[in-house]
C-alpha cells in the first residue's frame, strides 16, 4: 500500500510561479503529475523514472514545468513557471509500483493516487 500526499497548490497571478509537492508514503517506481480543470477529462502533465534521469511533459507545459525527484526523501516536484489561466486545476499525483525506466503518461499506468491540490491562475 502507498500512500501519496500532495501540497503546495494555491492561488496566483498569470506570469507567477507555483512548487508542488508529493511525498510517498512507501516505495514507489515511476511518478507522474495529471491535472483536471472542471468540465474537462484528466490529462497527463508530467512524469518521472524512478532514478530521475528519464522525464516526460505534456506539449503545453514543456519549458514552463520541470519535474524533479528527492529519492531520499521519496518525494517528487512539480515546478511550475510562467503560469497561465489555462493551468488553473485540480493536480493530481500518482505512483507506478513496477515502471520504472520509461515514465507511463497514461493515467491507467498508475496504481495509486493522491487527493489533489487546487492551483488556481487568475488573469
Known amino acids: 500500500q502507498v500512500q501519496l500526499v500532495e501540497s503546495g497548490g494555491g492561488l496566483v497571478q498569470a506570469g507567477g510561479s507555483l512548487r508542488l509537492s508529493c511525498a510517498a508514503l512507501g516505495r514507489t517506481y515511476a511518478m507522474g503529475w495529471f491535472r483536471q480543470a472542471p468540465g474537462k477529462e484528466r490529462e497527463f502533465v508530467a512524469a518521472?523514472?524512478?532514478?530521475?534521469?528519464?522525464?516526460r511533459y505534456a506539449d503545453s507545459v514543456k519549458g514552463r514545468f520541470t519535474i524533479s525527484r528527492d529519492n531520499a526523501k521519496n518525494t517528487v516536484y512539480l515546478q511550475m513557471n510562467s503560469l497561465e489561466p489555462e493551468d488553473t486545476a485540480v493536480y493530481y499525483c500518482a505512483a507506478s509500483l513496477y515502471i520504472d525506466v520509461i515514465p507511463p503518461t497514461l493515467d491507467r499506468s498508475y496504481d495509486y493516487w493522491g487527493q489533489g491540490t487546487q492551483v488556481t491562475v487568475s488573469s
Open positions: 518521472i523514472s524512478r532514478s530521475g534521469g528519464n522525464t
